[in-house]
T-cell receptor
Framework: DAGVTQSPTHLIKTRGQQVTLRCSPK?????VSWYQQALGQGPQFIFQ???????QRGNFPDRFSGHQFPNYSSELNVNALLLGDSALYLC???????????????FGPGTRLTVT | GEDVEQSLFLSVREGDSSVINCTYT??????LYWYKQEPGAGLQLLTY?????DMKQDQRLTVLLNKKDKHLSLRIADTQTGDSAIYFC????????????FGTGTKLQVIP
């Protein structure tokens, strides 16, 4: 049983470009949350997707958008990249959205995005 | 808003006990959490404590919760070099983890 997978592992982009990160949830999970972890910081919640809709959002600008597909996989898109977007982007999956406790959420290994 | 604070760095000798501390400003969460992150890796759930408990022990790990002082600690007994990592406490607030706040992390260095 595969856990949460993310691709790519590493990515280097130039300021102003756009990037798409991908996440496949753990088998049986239907909810995907995205986090940004800047260097030396704890993860910060970006948003959560359930039933192909964004349910909750953290304090991130509209440049950050996402999508969830019918197979529950998800994409995180970031437009007009800034140097400050350089971070580890973590995806986490769980079952049934907001009602589940945190310990039923599983994290992927992350995508390291570097913006130059 | 919610604020979760941790000391940035802790250095201990192999075999000693490590104590990592965390304070939070507001919590109505049912659980509070400790995560471990090794270099280049994602987050690994280490342990958690139910909010009506004062202490939870899980093998070498002991979690202490002082709700009055809003203080959470993680004690690692007989610390090993493999315990070297960054440790994050996390407070999901109302229980919906879309609102989870992570601390800034404590880097634990274990000296052989």
């Amino acid at each position: 049983d595969a856990g949460v997978t993310q691709s790519p592992t590493h990515l280097i982009k130039t300021r102003g470009q756009q990037v798409t990160l991908r996440c496949s949830p753990k088998s049986g999970h239907d909810t995907v949350s995205w986090y940004q972890q800047a260097l030396g910081q704890g993860p910060q919640f970006i948003f959560q997707y359930y039933e192909e809709e964004e349910r909750q959002r953290g304090n991130f600008p509209d440049r950050f958008s996402g999508h969830q597909f019918p197979n529950y996989s998800s994409e995180l898109n970031v437009n007009a990249l800034l140097l400050g977007d350089s971070a580890l982007y973590l995806c986490a999956s769980s079952l049934e959205g907001t009602s589940r406790p945190l310990h039923e959420q599983y994290f992927g290994p992350g995508t390291r995005l570097t913006v130059t | 808003g919610e604020d979760v604070e941790q000391s940035l760095f802790l250095s201990v000798r192999e075999g000693d006990s490590s104590v990592i501390n965390c304070t939070y400003t507001d919590s109505s969460s049912t659980y509070l959490y400790w995560y471990k992150q090794e270099p280049g890796a994602g987050l690994q759930l280490l342990t958690y404590i139910f909010s009506n408990m004062d202490m939870k022990q899980d093998q070498r790990l002991t979690v202490l919760l002082n709700k009055k002082d809003k203080h959470l600690s993680l004690r690692i007994a007989d610390t090993q070099t493999g315990d070297s990592a960054i440790y994050f406490c996390a407070d999901p607030n109302s229980g919906g983890y879309q609102k989870v706040t992570f601390g800034t992390g404590t880097k634990l260095q274990v000296i052989p």
